[in-house]
């Protein structure tokens, strides 16, 4: 069977590359702006918040070079492969994350019952 090409106008490519590009600049100044608030409000839960916005940037930078990717695909198939990849990676790094985050509240639970804040 002959996989149909995605027949989309060069144009209409550039402009939704373009979005993306301006997106993640918006995206960029959102979370240059939230890493500035952090730090001038210290609190027990802010190595917490840092680590969890550092994530949410990771996987935000992942999804804007993901959407370029399939700006790009040429057919169905290479449509699926891309997201298939995506979705596998984003599996992997948020059960990577969310296992970072717990050992982190667990350290920070245990200094807490120590007197360490």
Known sequence: MIE???EVPAELRDLAEKTIDQAEKAFGMFFDAAAKSMASMPSPGTEISKQALNFTE???KAA????RKLVHATDL???LRIQSEFLRSQFTNAGEHMRQISG????AAKDATKGKF
Request: aromatic share 6%; proline share 6%.
């Open 58 to 60: 990771q996987n935000m």
């Open 4 to 6: 149909p090409k995605l």
């Open 104 to 107: 982190e509240a667990m350290s």
């Open 64 to 67: 804007f070079e993901h959407a």
């Open 77 to 79: 198939q290479e449509a």
